[in-house]
C-alpha cells in the first residue's frame, strides 16, 4: 500500500540502458540514457565504450541501470509450440540455474537465455562500481517490441536478423557478417541495430508487456529505490521545513523583541519626555519645510542649475552675478526670510549680441527650465550689452 502511494509521487523517469556485449576476452558497452516525459521517451545521450572504466568514469551513478546482456554465452532459440520436441525441450529447462529472456512469436517462443553465473558476474561487477542495478534482460529479441514502430519485415538487432509477418516474430537468423550501424527512425529518434534491444528494454521496463516473460530477480528492484528516494525526499524536506522555522521563530522573536522594548520604553518616559519628542518632532517638520522652501530638497542640487548654466555660457560673455532662489526682501534681523522659490536670476555683460542670443536659445533647450525672461538690457559708451535675466525652474 505505501510502495503504491509512493510510486505515485517518486516516479523513476531517468534511466541508463548498458549493453554489455561479450566478445571472448573482452566487453564491449553501449550506454543509452534516456528520459520519460509523461508518455514519451526521450534519449538524452548515447555512447560506446570499449572498457568498464570508460563507462565508469562518464556515467552518473545516482540514475538507476538497466542491463541488456548479450554475445559470448548467451544462447538464442525459437520455441515451436507445434513442435513436440521443443516442448519437451523447454518443459526440462531448469530455470533456476539460467537467467533468460522469452518473447511470443506468431506460432513461437523466442529465449534469450544463458547460465547463471554470466549474469550474476556482470551484476556484482556493475555493483562493485558504484551502479544501481534495478534489473536484468538477456538477448536481442527485445527489439522485437519495436516492429509496429519500425514496420519492416526484416529488422536487424545487434548480430540477428529477425523476421515479421503481421508485426509478430517468426523467426531469426545470426548474421554471417557483423552489422554495423544499421539504423532506424522510431518517432524523432534513429537508433542503429547496436541500440535497439536497449530501447525495447526501456520500453518493456515501463509498459511491462504481457508478451514478454523473463527472470525475475528478487534482489534487484526498483522498490528499494523508490524507498530510497523517497527517504532521501521527505528527509531533505523535513530538514528543510525545521530550518524554516527555525528561521522564522528567530524573527518572530527578534520582532516581537524588538516591539515590547519600545512599549516598555514609551511607559518609562515621563509625559514630559513624551512631550519634548513631540517638541522636537514639530521643529523637524519646520526644518524640513524651510529646507524645502530653499529648494535644497528639489531632485536636483542646487550646484546642478549653476554647472549647467556656467557650461553653457560661451567664453564671450562674461557673469556679473548668479543667484539660485535669491531672497525676496532685504534680510533683517529677527525677521522671517522669504526665498523666491524656483527662480535663479544673472547678471552679466558681452560685445557680442549674436553670442548672447544663441546662448538664450540654448537655455530654451534645458529640461530643466520652465521659462526665461530678460528683466534689462542696456548698452553703455562702449556699446557692451549689459543685461539680467530671471529663469523660473520646473517644479522638481
Not at 22 to 38: H, M, Q, S
Not at 48 to 61: A, C, G, H, P, R
Not at 138 to 155: C, H, Q, T, W, Y
Not at 347 to 374: A, C, H, P, V, Y
Request: aromatic fraction near 10%.
Amino acid at each position: 500500500m505505501m510502495l503504491a502511494t509512493l510510486s505515485k509521487f517518486i516516479k523513476l523517469n531517468d534511466i541508463n540502458v548498458v549493453g554489455v556485449i561479450k566478445k571472448g576476452d573482452f566487453e564491449i558497452y553501449n550506454l543509452l540514457r534516456i528520459k520519460k516525459k509523461a508518455n514519451k521517451i526521450v534519449i538524452i545521450s548515447k555512447h560506446s565504450f570499449e572498457n568498464l572504466q570508460e563507462l565508469v568514469n562518464i556515467t552518473d551513478k545516482k540514475i538507476p541501470v538497466l542491463l541488456v546482456i548479450e554475445g559470448k554465452g548467451i544462447l538464442n532459440k525459437e520455441i515451436d509450440l507445434n513442435n513436440e520436441t521443443d516442448l519437451n525441450w523447454q518443459k526440462n529447462i531448469d530455470f533456476n540455474s539460467i537467467y533468460y529472456t522469452d518473447i511470443k512469436g506468431l506460432k513461437s517462443n523466442f529465449i534469450s537465455f544463458c547460465r547463471k553465473n554470466i549474469v550474476e558476474e556482470t551484476i556484482t561487477k556493475f555493483q562493485k562500481n558504484g551502479f544501481q542495478v534495478v534489473d536484468v534482460y538477456i538477448g536481442p529479441f527485445l527489439a522485437a517490441i519495436l516492429s509496429n514502430v519500425i514496420k519492416e519485415r526484416k529488422i536487424i538487432s545487434a548480430d540477428l536478423c529477425l523476421e515479421f509477418e503481421d508485426e509478430k516474430l517468426v523467426g531469426f537468423n545470426k548474421q554471417i557478417e557483423t552489422v554495423e550501424n544499421k539504423t532506424y527512425q522510431i518517432g524523432d529518434e534513429t537508433l542503429s541495430n547496436s541500440f535497439l534491444p536497449l530501447y525495447g528494454c526501456i520500453i518493456h521496463f515501463f509498459i511491462n508487456q504481457k508478451e514478454i516473460s523473463k527472470t525475475i530477480n528478487t534482489s534487484l528492484n526498483s522498490d528499494e529505490l523508490i524507498y530510497k528516494k523517497a527517504y532521501t525526499f521527505f528527509g531533505i524536506a523535513l530538514l528543510v521545513s525545521f530550518l524554516t522555522s527555525l528561521l522564522i521563530s528567530y524573527f518572530m522573536i527578534g520582532y516581537y523583541g524588538t516591539k515590547n522594548t519600545e512599549l516598555n520604553l514609551q511607559t518609562v518616559h515621563s509625559n514630559q519626555s513624551y512631550q519634548l519628542t513631540l517638541d522636537l518632532e514639530k521643529q523637524k517638520e519646520k526644518k524640513i519645510r524651510i529646507l524645502k522652501e530653499t529648494g535644497v530638497l528639489s531632485s536636483k542640487f542646487l550646484s546642478y542649475y549653476a554647472y549647467e548654466i556656467i557650461n553653457a555660457i560661451p567664453t564671450d560673455i562674461s557673469l556679473n552675478d548668479l543667484n539660485i532662489i535669491p531672497i525676496k526682501t532685504e534680510n533683517k534681523e529677527n525677521k522671517k526670510v522669504f526665498f523666491k522659490n524656483n527662480t535663479i536670476t544673472i547678471k552679466g555683460e558681452t560685445f557680442e549680441e549674436s553670442s548672447f542670443n544663441k546662448w538664450l536659445d540654448d537655455l530654451k533647450k534645458m529640461n530643466w527650465l520652465q521659462r526665461f525672461e530678460i528683466i534689462s538690457l542696456k548698452k553703455d559708451k562702449r556699446n557692451k550689452s549689459i543685461f539680467e535675466i530671471k529663469i523660473t525652474l520646473k517644479n522638481v
